[in-house]
């Protein structure tokens, strides 16, 4: 079945420090892949998605790239700011699940300043 | 445009007992998904909602059940709650509209089983 590999954390970075969150992912067929973030005691947020290969998903300075060769989708950031501390999910809707989202475990970051 | 709205925001049962959640969805859309979250873990799929009928459902009992309205609105019932049960439930709402089917999630119910 589908599943994502989440990098295990907590994750705490001083503010502008370099962010990377690594997702693998195993899926049949070509899925949509999605960053997700959730903010202490509120719901997920869409971050950015990328629906098929090599395409960038990008926003609020987040990127990541659909690798279908090494099923990845890492999530990245140049410069951290306190108010990114939160918690980030890897997700994936494949082909076959009608639009049922599958996480990863999530990453909680703490930014430092 | 109120997004997804859920009631109520906290709950707190004692094992046995039964407890019904609700998720209004997003205007314009018509598919309603219900996710667990437990601490410190990723939302765990438990079904969706699109017609008023059960369209996909995840590795959860029968003691996991649903309903959807026909103004899209949903439910989700636990019968029999174990204290395994305590945990965020997240609904999702999305649009059968188009070839990309965002889900926009709400705040959750925190429910806590004693």
């Known amino acids: 079945g589908d599943s994502v590999t989440q990098m295990e954390g907590p994750v705490t970075l001083s503010e502008e420090a370099f962010l990377t969150i690594n997702c693998t992912y195993t899926a049949t067929g070509y899925p949509s892949l999605f960053w997700y973030v959730q903010y202490p005691g509120e719901g997920l947020q869409l971050l950015l998605k990328?629906?098929?290969?090599?395409d960038k998903g990008s926003n609020k300075g987040f990127e990541a790239t659909y690798r279908k060769e090494t099923t990845s989708f890492h999530l990245e950031k140049g410069s951290v700011q306190v108010s990114d501390s939160a918690v980030y999910f890897c997700?994936?809707?494949?082909?076959?699940?009608?639009?049922?989202?599958?996480f990863g475990s999530g990453t909680q970051l703490t930014v430092l300043p | 445009d109120a997004g997804v709205t859920q009631s109520p925001t906290h709950l707190i049962k004692t094992r046995g007992q039964q407890v019904t959640l609700r998720c209004s969805p997003k205007s314009g859309h018509d598919t309603v998904s219900w996710y667990q979250q437990a601490l410190g873990q990723g939302p765990q799929f438990i079904f969706q909602y699109y017609e008023e009928e059960e369209r996909q459902r995840g590795n959860f009992p029968d003691r996991f059940s649903g309903h959807q309205f026909p103004n899209y609105s949903s439910e989700l019932n636990v019968n029999a709650l174990l204290l395994g049960d305590s945990a965020l439930y997240l609904c999702a709402s999305s649009s059968t509209a188009g070839s990309y089917n965002e889900q926009f999630f709400g705040p959750g119910t925190r429910l806590t089983v004693l």
């Open positions: 990328a629906t098929k290969a090599d």
């Open positions: 997700a994936l809707i494949s082909s076959g699940s009608a639009r049922q989202l599958t």
